[in-house]
């Protein structure tokens, strides 16, 4: 018989994470096809967002949720994007073919182009008095011009920047509630000024210009067109455009990469977030209010191009995040950003013992503190409360901190979710921990393991579970030998009032038998195994002997000592399966091993040899058929040895 495997045990490792509230997600997140958008516009009117992407040489349009509507295409290298005051149309700077198109955003429909000039590469525009302004131009080569949409045929103008020599081309800002200004950023250098213009004339003026740290990444102004907010290189600054005085700053963690502000005035900008501590910050317009910070996306954020924008209703915000490949990017929406977010942390215990008391600690923490009282409801789900079971409202303590205790009424995994229902200004907030709670052992053993039985015979297997709490449920699985047999559930079932389950297998192989206790509320789950080993049929006969007769108490075949002795040998069949023919010859009162060796059965589980014959008489020899575990060519069996055959040679 085979050495038997030795059993193997499984040791399972329980721990306790504090689970913390996901604020870093917004509330919805849709992958749009855009490498980097070099500029975003809201379409309030048709509920459309326009993303122009340089690298695609396209603007993407899609729904306020992100969906797509349509591509515009064949826009080499296109960049800025403008809308017209009742946004009927929007405008595009097609970098690459020196020239700017409009739409139809209604019908989405080019309607107009005004070529530029040969290498003026125009990357920036501003709808202000009748007229679409444009930063155009690279490097020190750049310049300020228009195009006259009130005239019969549009004119383009250049070199319009009043004496002013741009680093790079301009970056420029109008709003309709303050007419005859417009606003330029000298962007591409570190001592590029703010640049006011007044434009009343429509002979563009420089009204007042300023120095402000340079290398501007993207600006928005105030609803009511006086004033400009701009990230800097290192700032995000309010500066009043009568004279860029300061008039507030907005504290950011890291480097500000792009400004919107809503109609109400509040103030969302994104920042660099190397550190992944925060890259969305919304500002209310009291200055004494902290700002409200998320944690969109888990890598640095745009840094090139307007990727930020309010609804038209400033109710919504929408931010640009990195896709997940080189050709998209996310579309994130933040459905409440004026609320702040709530951080919420769940600490459990990592074990516990069940009917005993255990003590849940947490935080509730937010960049507007929570004052002590705050409600928090508790849930427990277990065994025992699959759907959950309330606990209660908890209180919040000073500080944000707060703890209750629970006595567990079920073993198994515990969980406790803490939930804030939010308010007015706050975010609502969910966190959860999970406790191991202790079981007690049950008993549960399956006979029959390591019995050998005869091929075929049926054998009944007893499953037997001790006391439980609730659960009287234990399944019994068979898994014979052989890759060709599955693991198979034979019976499930309620254990009787003796508490066994019983289930009959015809031993045609080996076969693990293992009996599952699932476990209930008190009782932990229990597996056991046994294995049982089934020999094969085996049978051997002889062929072309004259008589049979006996010598002693033993029966022997007689063959002629030139008759060959033919031994058929019949076995249970298995794929490849070989049996093992041992020949002995008798000598001097003692058996003599002569051969021995392997043939393979066929299909019918049939092997026919020829021993040959003598050729003299008075020799007795025996023969007789085996099955060798593994040695036979396969393990699905228990070793098994047939009967001798006897036989003598005569003349």
């Known amino acids: ?9 499984l040791a399972v490792l329980f721990s306790s994470a504090v689970l913390t509230a996901a604020p870093a997600s917004a509330d ?12 975003t516009v809201v379409d309030g009117v048709h509920q459309r967002l326009f993303f122009s992407d340089r690298y695609q040489s396209k603007i993407v349009v899609t729904d306020n949720a992100g969906k797509a509507v349509a591509e515009l295409t064949g826009l080499p290298q296109v960049q800025d994007l403008e809308l017209s005051p009742d946004s009927g149309t929007l405008y595009a700077a097609v970098y690459g073919a020196d020239k700017i198109v409009a739409f139809d955003t209604a019908t989405l429909t080019q309607t107009a182009e005004y070529p530029t ?9 501003a709808y202000a008095d009748g007229k679409l302004w444009f930063g155009y131009g690279d490097q020190w080569d750049s310049g300020l011009g228009s195009v006259d949409l009130t005239a019969e045929t549009p004119m383009v103008t250049l070199d319009l920047a009043a004496g002013h020599d741009f680093a790079s081309p301009p970056k420029l800002y109008a ?6 200004t417009l606003l330029a950023l000298d962007a591409g250098i570190s001592s590029g000024p703010i640049v006011v213009y007044d434009i009343s004339s429509g002979t563009p003026a420089i009204r007042v210009s300023a120095e402000k740290g340079g290398f501007y990444h993207d600006a928005a102004l105030t609803p009511d067109g006086q004033n400009v907010v701009v990230a800097g290189n290192s700032a995000l600054t309010e500066y009043r455009l009568s004279d860029l005085e300061e008039v507030r700053t907005f504290p950011v963690a890291s480097e500000p990469e792009t400004v919107s502000i809503a109609p109400d005035g509040t103030v969302a900008a994104t920042v660099l977030d190397t550190d992944d501590l925060g890259d969305t910050y919304v500002f209310a317009a009291d200055p004494g209010r902290p700002a409200s910070v998320r944690n969109l996306s888990h890598s640095w954020m745009p840094w090139y191009g307007h990727s930020t924008n309010w609804s038209a209703d400033g109710g919504k915000l929408f931010v640009m995040s990195e896709g997940g490949d080189n050709d998209s990017s996310t579309f994130n929406v933040v459905d409440e950003p004026r609320k702040y977010v709530a951080t919420l942390k769940a600490d459990a215990p990592a074990t516990a013992t069940r009917a005993k008391s255990l003590t849940v600690k947490g935080s509730l923490v937010s960049g507007l503190a929570l004052p002590a009282g705050t409600p928090l409801t508790v849930t427990r789900t277990d065994l025992e409360s699959p759907k959950g079971k309330s606990l209660g409202t908890k209180s919040l303590a000073t500080g944000g901190k707060f703890s209750f205790t629970d006595t567990p009424p079920a073993g198994g995994k515990v969980t406790y979710k803490v939930t804030y229902a939010g308010d007015a200004t706050h975010a609502s907030a969910t966190a959860s921990d999970t406790v191991e709670v202790s079981r007690a052992t049950p008993t549960l053993t399956l006979n029959n393991n390591g019995k050998v039985y005869d091929h075929g015979k049926d054998v009944a297997f007893t499953a037997h579970l001790g006391t439980t709490y609730k659960n009287r449920t234990v399944e019994i699985w068979a898994n014979p030998f052989g890759s060709d047999k599955p693991n198979k559930l034979v019976r499930t079932g309620t254990v009787n009032s003796s508490g066994n389950l019983s289930v009959t297998l015809d031993m045609a192989r080996d076969t693990t038998v293992t009996a599952v206790f699932k476990g209930d509320a008190r009782y932990a789950p229990k597996t056991v195994k046994a294995t049982a080993y089934a020999r094969v049929k085996v049978s051997t006969a002889l062929s072309k002997h004259y008589k049979t007769g006996k010598i002693g108490s033993t029966t022997y075949y007689y063959f002629h000592k030139n008759t060959d002795v033919i031994s058929t040998t019949t076995m249970s069949y298995y794929k490849d399966r070989k049996q093992r023919l041992e020949l002995q010859v008798y000598s001097q009162g003692k058996w003599y091993s002569g051969a021995t060796e392997y043939f393979k059965l066929g299909t019918s589980g049939k092997s026919v040899v020829n021993l040959g014959h003598a050729g003299k008489s008075g020799i007795r020899a025996r023969v007789r058929s085996s099955y060798i575990n593994a040695s036979s060519g396969d393990n699905v069996n228990s070793t098994t040895h047939g009967a001798w055959k006897y036989f003598v040679f005569t003349n």
Do not use: E
């Not at 018989?1 to 045990?9: D, F, I, S, V």
């Not at 000039?117 to 525009?125: F, I, N, Q, R």
């Open 1 to 9: 018989m085979r050495t038997l495997p030795a059993a193997t045990a």
């Open 28 to 39: 919805t997140a849709r992958t749009v096809a855009v490498t980097a958008a070099a500029d």
């Open 117 to 125: 000039g040969a290498k003026t590469t125009p990357s920036h525009l």
């Open 175 to 180: 709003d309709p509630d303050n007419p005859g």
